[in-house]
């Protein structure tokens, strides 16, 4: 739906407002220039990319099976054959550390998704009719930020059990009122502009001003959020996980990992190490993409 | 200023009315016997029905409902099914030891952001800035209990400076005590500083350029004389209230630096809760965080009218 509507946004707009529909493509290419004159964002970029690589490509690049124990080989130090070493149960780290990519990028994303999925129409909502519909969604957004995340993801597995899916409703349930006041203070101020009101003079209804008009405008604000959102998502799976709240062992996951790796500190220190760097450059990466993405999409200059 | 004081606090009630709805709900959506959820799996006959009749389980919902906000607001939240000791009375037990780690936690925050902020935004644009930012953007993105490990290794295991975890009393014996709290608050102050550190930055950045600001410069006045007398007042007023909302932040960051350090707290209290499935005492650690989060940020909202003199005449932040 979305993807539909901002390939007829500036169609629509044109109609109205020929400038307004030229702006677009020459910020683009201003901003990709601008994005480029950071290469902090670029390799934040790449390193992402590089993670959605592992995480798709998991059963081809980690070829050791990452549940396979080995009595024989418990706690071993990084050696060609396990180049970061082998864990408490004697199974392959590197592949543990591969798969547990797509665990992580799942969780991050989905639950990101979910969020957007409920706070998007429900901050346009709220923000396009006012009136006691907006208090009613405000106040409650207010009461569900008013629970800590942790606190919330907790309330929310304890209800429902602890698993992958219900951490990642869990996350992604905590998220959503922050889409929906982020969706709701863009929708006001972008319905008062021209283009929107002109189209309303001509005769458009509101799904339409919403779903042609709004919510294109808005749309890279929100993807802006969203690559900022995913590795607080992700690192908030590991720490379900690390605790015991998500991903349930033998399941390869960075945050399970780490739970083990915290027992043999001092005999397998290496079991510490990768789990934890993966989850650190995975979301500095991210980190650094919503930086130069804002730069790239935002029509302002920073 | 006192039309903004009451719409304030009647926000803030409708907030904790909501909050307590949703901690209902969610108790009700555990399947099984709500008298045998807040009772326990163990219960028998007599204490089941003693539950059915402490919150009258055979009303129907709303008046069920009300019946257990009055007993919250009497400060009764049920007894918790391992212990049996009354919820209120755990969690007081609980909180002042997480209180002290907050508190270490914020100073450190404070002592790390507050300088390196200002200096990011007075030397704008020149490698001081970029480090700062560099560094903050790194407190934001490591996962704080993988942060917690490594400082075990290595003061710990390593170089053996510090014990890695445990708790004692900081009236039993400070020394012990303070170098206990070292690192768990390290970690728990961390990504609070690097937020602060981005809000010091532009808040300074957006004061050094006032007006008022060039005044004091052309009046000649030194420099650093500007910075903290005149720069640094108005720009430390947005950090204070940033600080109130990093509060939930803070609180998910305790639960896991105490799970991390065995800091024997509140936010090992709900993880232990969770573990031995004990309903009423993950209820109202949940309710008790809430409110309190809500509390805070009235009280934020309220001191920072005070100090602000355009809300106070204007009435409207």
């Known amino acids: 739906m979305s993807l539909d509507a901002s390939r007829g946004a500036p169609v629509a707009a044109a109609l109205v407002l020929p400038p307004a529909a030229a702006a677009p493509a020459g910020g683009l290419r201003r901003g990709w220039r601008r994005m480029l004159r950071r290469p902090a964002s670029v390799a934040g970029v790449v390193v992402v990319l590089v993670f959605i690589a592992l995480a798709v490509g998991a059963p081809w690049i980690a070829l050791t099976d990452p549940l396979r124990t080995d009595w024989s080989q418990i706690r071993k130090a990084p050696t060609l054959a396990h180049p970061f070493g082998t864990d408490d149960l004697g199974r392959d780290n590197f592949s543990r550390v591969v798969w547990g990519s797509r665990i992580s990028m799942q969780a991050g994303v989905f639950s990101i998704l979910l969020a957007m999925a409920i706070g998007v129409p429900v901050g346009l909502a709220a923000g396009y009719h006012r009136g006691a519909l907006d208090q009613l969604v405000m106040r409650l957004t207010d009461a569900w930020l008013a629970f800590p995340f942790l606190i919330l993801a907790i309330g929310l597995v304890t209800i429902m059990g602890p698993s992958l899916t219900n951490a990642t409703l869990a996350i992604g349930l905590g998220a959503a009122p922050t889409y929906i006041r982020l969706t709701r203070g863009l929708t006001l101020s972008t319905k008062e502009e021209d283009y929107v009101q002109a189209a309303r003079a001509l005769g458009a209804g509101d799904l339409r001003l919403m779903r042609r008009h709004v919510l294109p405008n808005i749309f890279s604000a929100l993807l802006v959020q969203a690559t900022v959102s995913i590795p607080t998502a992700i690192i908030g799976e590991a720490i379900l996980s690390f605790l015991g709240l998500g991903v349930q062992p033998p399941t390869p996951s960075w945050g399970t990992m780490l739970n083990a790796a915290q027992q043999f500190l001092e005999s397998a220190p290496w079991m510490a190490y990768w789990p934890g760097l993966a989850i650190f450059s995975l979301a500095l990466s991210f980190n650094l993409a919503g930086d130069g993405m804002r730069d790239l999409l935002d029509p302002k200059d920073y | ?166 708790f004692v009393p900081l009236l039993e014996d400070p020394v012990a005590n303070v170098k206990r709290m070292i690192m768990p608050a390290l970690v728990l102050g961390t990504a609070l500083a690097a937020v602060l550190m981005r809000q010091t930055r532009n808040a300074m950045i957006e004061v050094l350029s006032a007006d008022y600001i060039r005044t004091a410069r052309s009046k000649g006045l030194a420099g650093f004389a500007v910075v903290v007398r005149h720069a640094l007042r108005n720009g430390l007023i947005p950090v204070v209230t940033i600080l109130g909302l990093q509060m939930g932040a803070l609180m998910s960051g305790a639960v896991v630096t105490e799970s991390i350090f065995v800091v024997p707290g509140f936010g090992r209290l709900i993880v232990e809760a969770v573990f031995t499935r004990d309903y009423p005492l993950v209820q109202g650690v949940v309710l008790i965080t809430a409110s309190s989060y809500v509390l805070i940020n009235l009280l934020v909202d309220v001191s920072y009218s005070f100090l602000n003199p355009r809300i106070r005449i204007r009435g409207r932040p």
């Open chain 2, 1 to 166: 200023m006192i039309e903004f004081l009451v719409r304030r606090a009647c926000i803030s009630a409708i907030t904790l009315g909501l909050i307590t709805v949703i901690v209902f709900a969610g108790v009700r959506m555990i399947p099984g016997d709500p008298a045998r959820v807040m009772a326990g799996t163990d219960a028998d006959a007599a204490g089941l029905e003693e539950i059915r009749a402490k919150y009258g389980l055979d009303d129907p919902i709303p008046v069920q409902y009300l019946r257990w906000v009055a007993l919250a607001l009497r400060g009764d939240f049920g007894e918790s099914i391992r212990t049996r000791h009354s919820v209120a009375w755990t969690v007081a037990t609980k909180l002042p030891i997480t209180i002290e780690l907050a508190c270490v936690a914020i100073l450190v925050a404070l002592a790390l952001a507050i300088p390196a902020g200002v200096l990011a935004a007075v030397r704008r644009n020149t490698a001081w800035d970029v480090v700062a930012s560099a560094v903050s953007l790194c407190g934001v993105s490591i996962p704080n209990f993988w942060l917690g490990i490594m400082l075990i290794l290595l003061v710990s295991v390593r170089l053996g400076w510090l014990p890695a975890s445990g």
